[in-house]
């Protein structure tokens, strides 16, 4: 199957592109978390929309799934971590070894 083929089998929701979409928004919300301008509240949120993603992610493909949620976790508890946040760091980084 061609890569287009795949993409429209995959649908809206599938697996690839749940993926990428988890992919493009981690990256995202790494860039805000480094702009000056960002308020903590904020991207607090687009941490915890990454970690919900991954997880809907794990739903539709376990291995993927789970790599995405080891990912997003663990950059969810680095902001925790640099938020002074460390209970819910904790609370994070103890999941990630479940996910391998």
Known sequence: MD???HRAADGPDGPDRLAEQI???R???VRWALSWECRTARVRELFDEGVALA???RRQ???AGDRALAT??????TFQVAA????AALDDFR???ELH
């Open 55 to 57: 997880r809907r992610l």
């Open 61 to 63: 493909d376990a291995v």
């Open 23 to 25: 992919r493009l928004h």
């Open 72 to 77: 997003a976790l663990t950059s969810r508890a």
């Open 84 to 87: 002074k946040e460390f209970t």
């Open 95 to 97: 999941q990630i070894p």
């Open 27 to 29: 990256m995202l919300t």
């Open 3 to 5: 890569r287009i083929e």
